[in-house]
């Protein structure tokens, strides 16, 4: 009896120690089952940890690169604002460029055509129609050029009568403006000039004759000594070349030059202008 029972303990012992041994083989298996599932989930964390981190470092430069778009917007407006008052701003200059040319151009015009009733009111003033005697102005100036054969002889610096008509309508002129200076310059040929115990050359005779006219200008015409100036340029200002005996004629020559100053010169003009619009 006693074998049986213990047989029986020794049976029920080793089903026992089995069963024991299925847990633990199934825990096991079920502990690796779970260190797997752990280790493949630790793998997907780590795996979404650093797609998180790339996703969030992309975030910020999406956000920077779009502040950096809006502010270049705003940039690139300010600059297309800018831009256009600058273009605005410089059509403006070239229509005011543009209205100066054209009242520049007007004033050309103008002054050509005042110039010229200036000149033709000057001559007819003073009763100058003979081909001999030219008047021009320029830039201000009034230039009356008498030919030598109204004045001289040749060689000669001593006014003959027939000149002294002449000049008395030049001193009209001048005494017509009591305060512009008259400058009396004499100009000669190429001519070279013998001399004489008088005259060395061509630039004695050119100053000789200058001052010859302003003697008869002041002592006979009646102007005033402060507004003339005596100069001579000799053959050194030709109108024209010296190769024929008319040109040297043309360069033979006395030319009275006129200087007012400007606020008068303007103000013959603006005399003239009205009496054209009369």
């Not at 002054?111 to 000149?119: E, G, H, I, M, Q």
């Not at 230039?143 to 000149?163: E, P, Q, R, T």
């Amino acid at each position: 009896m006693k074998k049986v029972i213990l047989a029986l303990s020794l049976f029920a012992l080793t089903l026992s120690s089995c069963g024991t041994k299925k847990k633990i083989a199934a825990l096991e298996a079920q502990n690796k089952e779970c260190q797997d599932l752990l280790n493949s989930t630790t793998v997907k964390l780590n795996l979404c940890l650093s797609e998180k981190e790339a996703l969030s470092k992309q975030n910020d430069y999406l956000k920077q690169n779009n502040s950096d778009l809006i502010n270049s917007a705003k940039e690139i407006t300010m600059l297309s604002t800018k831009g256009a008052q600058n273009l605005e701003k410089s059509l403006e200059s070239l229509k005011e460029k543009d209205l100066k040319i054209t009242r520049l151009q007007d004033a050309l015009t103008k002054k050509d055509s005042v110039t010229l009733a200036l000149v033709t009111s000057l001559k007819s003033s003073v009763g100058i129609t003979d081909p001999d005697i030219e008047i021009n102005v320029e830039k201000g100036v009034v230039f009356i050029s008498i030919a030598d054969k109204l004045l001289f002889k040749s060689g000669s610096y001593v006014v003959s009568d027939k000149a002294k008509e002449v000049l008395g309508k030049v001193a009209k002129v001048i005494n017509s403006r009591p305060t512009f200076e008259c400058m009396i310059e004499g100009h000669t040929d190429n001519v070279p000039f013998t001399g004489n115990a008088v005259l060395l050359d061509n630039w004695d005779l050119s100053v000789k004759r200058s001052t010859a006219i302003v003697r008869v200008l002041t002592k006979d015409l009646g102007v005033k000594p402060s507004q003339l100036i005596a100069a001579g340029r000799s053959e050194f200002i030709p109108l024209v070349d010296n190769n024929s005996a008319d040109n040297r004629g043309k360069n033979r020559r006395t030319r009275v030059v006129i200087l007012p100053k400007i606020d008068e010169f303007y103000e013959m003009i603006e005399k003239e202008m009205k009496n054209q619009k009369k």
